[in-house]
């Protein structure tokens, strides 16, 4: 497998566009599948270290560093809370008000290896602000800013608000979007895909303090081309 898409980088720091599906780096559930940092390494050698994770199915922003002493000030900055997150999220539900912020702890859930869950006490507390950008009937377009980094934060932040995220398998539900819930009269539903079909939720911007200029130092990845089609269709026949 090819190395996903450079989107950033310099003789410090090397930023990806990581593709839904692909595992950051060996998962002690799944050790066998491929991730990104062995195919890194295997490429660019084992110099190269990642900074923070990601979901496997949650696209976008995925920074690694070429130095030890970037992946030290790169991940101090993850620990002080200064790198500054950007998701979009694509959920399921009507959205309200225009801004909002949850606060809810999180701990790993006991019944479900590999999980989290939302606790009142007990728990590590876990902060999200989220905008809401577009609404369309039955769905919501969100921008999402972490301002902790809990395991499956937004994704259990949202379900727990009542606005679970597109496709999410482990804190979802059975909504799909498709093209004949949305056009009167559409014809192909005998063969009908969903319009996106991975789970929704992409990082698109990743702000970090840069270890050798100091200079703040923005690294975007563009929307996948599934969610720039399913947001076409919305805007055409799901507007509210």
Do not use: W
């Given at each position: 497998?090819?190395?996903p898409p450079i989107i950033y980088e310099d003789d410090a720091l090397l930023g990806f566009d990581k593709p839904s599906g692909l595992l950051v780096?060996?998962?002690?559930?799944?050790?066998?599948?491929?991730?990104?940092?062995?195919?890194?390494?295997?490429?660019?050698?084992?110099?190269?270290?990642n900074v923070h994770r990601l979901d496997a199915d949650?696209?976008?922003?995925?920074?690694?560093?070429?130095?030890k002493r970037a992946?030290?000030?790169?991940?101090?900055?993850?620990?002080?809370?200064?790198?500054?997150?950007?998701?979009h999220a694509l959920v399921a539900g009507a959205a309200a008000p225009d801004e909002f912020t949850v606060e809810l702890a999180l701990r790993a859930d006991e019944s479900r290896p590999g999980l989290m869950r939302a606790v009142k006490k007990g728990g590590k507390?876990?902060?999200?602000?989220?905008?809401?950008?577009?609404?369309f009937r039955g769905f919501s377009w969100l921008e999402c800013r972490p301002l902790t980094g809990r395991t499956h934060q937004l994704r259990v932040h949202l379900?727990?608000?009542?606005?679970?995220i597109l496709n999410d398998a482990f804190y979802g539900n059975d909504t799909q979007l498709l093209l004949s819930g949305l056009k009167r009269g559409y014809k192909g539903r005998e063969?009908?895909?969903?319009?996106?079909?991975?789970?929704?939720?992409?990082?698109s911007e990743l702000t970090v303090t840069h270890?050798?200029?100091?200079?703040?130092?923005?690294?975007?990845?563009?929307?996948?081309?599934?969610?720039?089609?399913?947001?076409?269709?919305?805007?055409?026949?799901?507007?509210?």
């Open positions: 497998m090819a190395l780096a060996p998962d002690r559930l799944d050790k066998q599948s491929e991730n990104l940092m062995a195919l890194v390494h295997a490429k660019l050698g084992h110099g190269v270290a949650t696209s976008g922003v995925l920074l690694c560093t070429k130095t992946l030290d000030i790169l991940s101090g900055q993850f620990q002080a809370k200064t790198a500054e997150k950007v998701y507390p876990s902060v999200t602000h989220f905008r809401v950008l577009e609404r379900a727990a608000h009542g606005l679970p063969n009908e895909r969903p319009l996106i079909s991975r789970l929704a939720l992409h990082v270890p050798e200029t100091r200079e703040r130092v923005t690294l975007r990845a563009p929307l996948p081309n599934e969610f720039v089609v399913a947001l076409k269709y919305l805007r055409r026949f799901g507007c509210v």
